[in-house]
C-alpha cells in the first residue's frame, strides 16, 4: 500500500514550490486513478520483455508486485440455464476456471477454446465432457464479457476463478474546514493506492506529469519525465 495522503502531499509541495497552483482534490484523485492504472498494467509489459530477456532478478521483482492482486479460487456467479458465468467487476486477467460437478468427485481445471473449437464428439482429444470441461468467452448483455462452461453447470454445482484483480481507485477524502480541504480518512470511500510502497515516488512523478499536461506546462512534465526515466533506469540496474 502507498498513503493517497502522502503522495497527494508531495504533489502538492511541489506544485507550490514550482508556483504551478493549487491542484484541487476532484484533480488529484482524477490523476492518481490514471497514475495506478498505467503503472499496474505496465508490470505486465516489462514482465514480458524481461522474461524474454531471461533477466530472473527484475522478472522475480514484477511477480511480487503483481501477486498482491491475485485472487484463488473465489466462487463466480452461476446461470442456472446456460453454464453462463459472470466475471467479477475487478478482473483484470482471468487466470484458471475450476469447476465442480458434484458426480466427479473433485474440481476439474477448464481448457479455454474458441467457439470454432467446441467440434464435441469428433474424438477424445476434442470432445469436451465432465472430466474435461471447456469454457469459452462470449458477450454479455451488458456489453463486457463472460463465460460459458462445458458442460453446462448448473447450481449448487460451482465455478471457481482464479485471477488478477486490478486495483482499487484510490480516493483521497476530506471534510472542509473554514475554506480549505483538509485529509480525513474516516470519511466513507476513502482507499490508499494499492500499488507496492516502492511505487510512491513513480506516482507523485507520474501525477505531477498529468497535473502539468493540465495546466499546459511543458517545463513540469519534462521534469517529471526525466525524474521516472531516472528511477526506472536504477531499478534496471
Do not use: C
Not at 46 to 57: C, P, W
Not at 135 to 155: A, D, F
Amino acid at each position: 500500500m502507498v498513503s493517497v495522503d502522502v503522495v497527494y502531499q508531495k504533489v502538492l509541495a511541489i506544485a507550490n514550490k514550482e508556483q504551478r497552483g493549487y491542484i484541487t482534490p476532484q484533480e488529484f484523485n482524477l490523476f492518481a486513478d490514471h497514475a495506478q492504472k498505467d503503472i499496474f498494467r505496465q508490470y505486465f509489459y516489462e514482465l514480458e520483455q524481461f522474461e524474454r530477456k531471461a533477466n530472473s532478478d527484475i522478472v522475480e521483482l514484477l511477480e511480487q508486485k503483481i501477486s498482491a492482486f491475485e485472487k484463488y479460487d473465489q466462487v463466480a456467479g452461476l446461470s442456472a440455464n446456460w453454464g453462463d458465468v459472470s466475471l467479477p467487476p475487478d478482473i483484470y486477467r482471468l487466470g484458471m476456471v475450476r469447476v465442480d460437478y458434484g458426480i466427479t468427485g473433485s474440481f476439474k481445471t477448464a481448457e479455454h477454446v474458441k467457439l470454432s473449437e467446441l467440434n464435441a464428439g469428433l474424438g477424445p482429444l476434442t470432445d469436451w465432457n465432465y472430466s474435461r470441461p471447456v469454457y469459452t468467452m462470449i458477450s454479455s448483455s451488458s456489453g463486457g464479457s463472460k463465460l460459458r462452461v462445458y458442460p453446462y453447470p448448473v447450481p449448487p454445482e460451482r465455478v471457481l476463478l482464479s485471477y488478477v484483480a486490478e486495483p482499487s481507485k484510490p480516493n483521497w477524502t476530506y471534510v472542509v474546514v473554514g475554506e480549505s480541504a483538509m485529509f480525513d480518512d474516516l470519511v466513507p470511500g476513502f482507499q490508499d493506492f494499492e500499488l507496492h510502497p516502492s511505487e510512491e515516488t513513480l506516482l507523485v512523478i507520474k501525477i505531477l506529469q498529468l497535473a502539468g499536461i493540465n495546466v499546459k506546462d511543458p517545463a513540469l512534465v519534462q521534469l517529471a519525465s526525466l525524474e521516472e526515466q531516472r528511477k526506472i533506469q536504477q531499478e534496471k540496474q
